[in-house]
């Protein structure tokens, strides 16, 4: 299928979902996952109407990058090592993957202007998944206060793979409840104002639980 047919479908879903919260659909951002594709099928998204495009290694983002260029708005969305940083920091607009002080203290080093940020938690708990638990997000993004390349946009999480709808639920209910703590902090580069939640088998909950950004790759560029 076409990612124009894809997409056609990933929208209608959007607006129902939307419709049953009160929400505005121009409120969420698709960011195509790439990272099975090849380099026409993501220039095939961008024909179709997308903007973002996201890739988790940085071997992945830079071969796409280099056909690809500024033509989309690139996000750095898998774990990060900070010795990579320098490889991507000049092409991603957005980092997913903020999760502690090293990393933080490389894209300082590194990035030429400031780069949009989410911490990434692991709300859940799961042994298998990076990011920060619930409990050090704040003293982590406090600690962030004073970097001038880093402006935390929002809060991002990966659920687990479960069709548990009422325990994905949670956990995008739970990153809601820490994007206001933060906001309530009102720190000057942690605005918090977005949310990274919702994949292709759990996007409609996450956008019904308040996500400004969904990360699709099966359901719209497909997996091989
Ligand atoms: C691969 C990946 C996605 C997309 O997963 P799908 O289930 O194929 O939509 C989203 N977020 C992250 C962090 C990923 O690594």
Known sequence: MSVRDHLAIIRDNIEAACKR?????AGIRIIAVTKYVSIERAKEALA???????ENRDDGLLQKYEA????????FIGTL?????????????????????????????????RIKCFVQVNVSGEETKHGLSKDEVIPFIEQL?????????????????????AFLRQCFRQLKTLQQHVQALHIPNA??????????????????????????????????
């Not at 919260?21 to 659909?25: E, I, S």
């Not at 690809?68 to 996000?75: M, S």
């Not at 759990?202 to 639980?209: K, P, S, T």
């Open 21 to 25: 919260v009160g929400r505005d659909p």
């Open 48 to 54: 179709a109407g997308i903007t973002d495009l996201g």
């Open 68 to 75: 690809i260029g500024r033509e989309a708005i690139w996000h």
């Open 81 to 113: 090592q900070s010795r990579k940083v320098k490889n991507v920091i000049d092409k991603v607009d957005y980092i997913h993957s903020l999760d502690r002080l090293s990393l933080a203290h490389e894209i300082e080093k590194r990035a030429a202007k």
């Open 145 to 165: 206060r004073d970097f001038s390349k880093i402006e935390v946009v929002g809060l991002m999480t990966m659920a687990p793979y479960t069709d548990d709808e």
């Open 191 to 224: 605005p918090c104002t977005e949310l990274s939640m919702g994949m292709s088998n759990d996007y409609v909950i996450a956008i019904e639980e308040g996500a400004t950004f969904i990360r699709l790759g099966t359901s719209l560029v497909g997996n091989e």
